[in-house]
């Protein structure tokens, strides 16, 4: 290992980490004036700060990205909805590796979602744990915000719909060449295990938003941003065969 990435995740970080040990091959460019004509980022309207999430700050760690801010809340909160019974565990057994591995992660997610203060109280549960005291007020106190910032979540979600928010043309024959050429290269940059796949699904996305797989275009998004490389590529096929697309994959 010569270097690695701490959570939250930084952009500026994200990128210039690598950068220090990767020479690159070629250059991608995506910028494609006829692919989107409309970015999301540019209509998506953003409160600065909701109950428990300070969005404002958030959003300067990933360069304003509105679009993969919401992409995150929505894993976050499918994420931990799920795992709420096994905060309820620590009661019962006493699993220090999975008590260890839980905070350590929430720690770091709440941190990228803005939410600093259900950051610190993981971050206080973890050491807690490690020294072998006794977190049962710490995992109540615990529970209390991730219950909190999880009820904001789906509030902020139900007042933002995007696809209302975001107004291009019909499709067209010439779209779905161009559609047909991008599907192409992400899954060549899929299957490299490239990170630009994101910014290229980012305007893919929006290219896509008026065909019929909202289903497959919201699994997709959690496997890019989740780094699930092959389940990306799975949903992918699934939408160019829902597309009629035939490429080179």
């Known amino acids: 290992m010569n270097d690695y990435i701490k959570k939250p995740i930084n952009c500026e970080e994200f990128y210039e980490t690598p950068i220090k040990w990767i020479k690159p091959k070629r250059t ?15 209509v998506i309207e953003l409160p600065t700060k909701v109950e428990g ?3 404002d700050k958030a959003l300067k760690r990933i360069a304003e990205n509105k679009e993969m ?11 931990y909805e799920q795992k709420l019974n096994t905060i309820n ?16 992660s929430l720690k770091g997610d709440a941190g990228t979602i803005g939410d600093f203060n259900l950051q610190k109280k993981a971050e206080k549960l973890e050491k807690t744990i490690q020294a072998g ?3 049962t007020e710490t995992v109540a106190e615990m ?19 995007v696809d209302k928010q975001i107004h291009i043309a019909q499709a067209t024959d010439e779209n779905i060449e161009e559609i047909t050429l991008h599907i192409n ?8 295990g490239n990170f630009a796949a994101k910014d290229l699904f980012e305007k893919l996305k929006v290219s896509l938003s008026f065909y019929n797989i909202k289903e497959e275009l919201t699994e997709l998004e959690e496997m890019i941003y989740s780094f699930d490389m092959d389940g990306a590529i799975n949903t992918l096929y699934k939408i160019a065969e829902k597309l009629q697309i035939k490429g080179g994959f």
């Open 28 to 42: 991608i460019s995506l910028k494609d004036e006829n692919f989107a004509k409309v970015s999301s980022d540019d």
């Open 53 to 55: 999430i300070d969005i």
């Open 69 to 79: 801010y919401l992409s995150l809340l929505k894993i976050f909160l499918k994420e």
């Open 89 to 104: 565990q620590f009661r019962n057994d006493n699993d220090l590796y999975l008590q260890i591995t839980f905070s350590h």
């Open 133 to 135: 005291g006794d977190i």
């Open 143 to 161: 529970t209390l915000e991730l219950q909190l910032v999880l009820n904001s979540i789906k509030n902020l979600l139900k007042t933002i719909d």
């Open 185 to 192: 290269e992400l899954h060549k940059m899929l299957s490299e």
